[in-house]
């Protein structure tokens, strides 16, 4: 008994010693910020479609990087489920842009095969299938995502976040220090700051909306700044039936869709519902650049026609200009 009773003092004193000594060698609480970032696109979107606004970026002063992985790569993502094989790809992306000190020509390739991405398919957690037993990412097994990513040298600086659509809230996940699938990411000690165009944070039912609500369990860490940025003026009653079954989908309370306003896909109550980021609401601003993207006139004709006849989407540089300037403050 006394041995007990000796110990357990020991023991909160190591505790208390080993958390002060976390807190203080912490790379969010000494790593400066770099005049970089990481554009993470939205779902079933790849570097390709988003090289133009990483090109347009590093023009602006900002140089930037695509995560290098193509539309594919979400497959096993597919009905809501498990964002880790995702998470890998912003990990590995982050780690070594911060490494190399900003140096978007830096960023080695990874393996990803054909084969990994089926094994993933068949096995990745959750979603509306509930595979592996849950749909609830707290109840995920721990089941860890193929390829080989090589590790990143230690980070010389924090650099910025730039998430389209489902890319924000996922990389939401990835500033979180909680345990997310079995890892955690801790993404905030490299990043200092992060923007998300269009990105759905309001919660709403279905497998598809379970990240969203593990994230706003938890605001924005506080040594990262945020942006929510939120396009206007496409309502809900008169920009097509895409449109208005997209608000539909992020609505948390049941409606047709209809009596919302947003960029085509997410509505502005939802893309501004970020705990903790500032708010920017950019008018006449789509979703996408919906002509563009293959596909684009079949699954969103009247948002491609606009696109088409001259409108904006977050990428366009008149758009660029009224958001890119924040995350170089």
């Known amino acids: 008994m006394r041995l007990i009773v000796i110990a357990r003092p020991v023991l909160l004193v190591s505790a208390a010693l080993i958390s002060l000594t976390d807190a203080f060698s912490s790379p969010s609480s000494s790593l400066p910020p770099i005049k970089a970032a990481v554009i993470v696109p939205g779902f079933l979107t790849g570097k390709d479609?988003?090289?133009?606004?990483?090109?347009?970026l590093t023009a602006y002063g900002i140089p930037s990087v695509v995560v290098p992985a193509p539309n594919w790569h979400w497959l096993p993502c597919i009905g809501g489920r498990s964002m880790r094989p995702m998470l890998e790809r912003i990990d590995f992306t982050v780690r070594h842009l911060a490494a190399n000190e900003g140096d978007i020509t830096a960023i080695p390739k990874f393996d990803y095969s054909v084969i990994d991405c089926w094994n993933d398919f068949w096995t990745n957690p959750g979603?509306?299938?509930?595979?592996?037993g849950s749909a609830e990412v707290d109840e995920y097994p721990i089941v860890e995502p193929r390829g080989y990513f090589p590790p990143a040298a230690e980070p010389k600086?924090?650099?910025?976040?730039?998430?389209?659509s489902a890319g924000g809230w996922i990389s939401r996940v990835y500033l979180s220090k909680r345990n997310y699938g079995g890892k955690?990411?801790?993404?905030?000690?490299f990043v200092h700051s992060i923007v998300t165009l269009g990105s759905p944070h309001g919660n709403a039912p279905g497998a598809a909306f379970k990240g969203v609500e593990w994230c706003n369990r938890e605001g924005l860490p506080e040594c990262v700044r945020g942006l929510a940025v939120a396009g206007a003026g496409f309502k809900g009653d008169s920009s097509g039936e895409f449109t208005q079954n997209c608000y539909a989908f992020c609505c948390n309370n049941g409606t047709d869709g209809t009596g919302y306003d947003g960029d085509g896909v997410t509505p502005v109550f939802?893309?501004?519902?970020?705990?903790?980021?500032?708010?920017?609401?950019?008018?006449d601003c789509t979703h996408f650049a919906w002509s563009d993207v293959f596909g684009g006139s079949f699954i969103a004709p009247d948002l491609t026609k606009h696109y088409k006849e001259g409108g904006s989407w977050y990428g366009t540089h008149g758009i660029i200009d009224k958001w890119a300037g924040w995350i170089a403050k």
């Open 184 to 189: 955690v990411y801790g993404g905030s000690d």
């Open 157 to 164: 600086g924090r650099v910025a976040i730039v998430g389209h």
């Open 127 to 132: 979603g509306v299938g509930e595979v592996g």
């Open 270 to 283: 939802s893309s501004l519902a970020f705990e903790g980021a500032e708010q920017l609401i950019v008018d």
């Open 49 to 56: 479609e988003f090289q133009p606004l990483a090109d347009s």
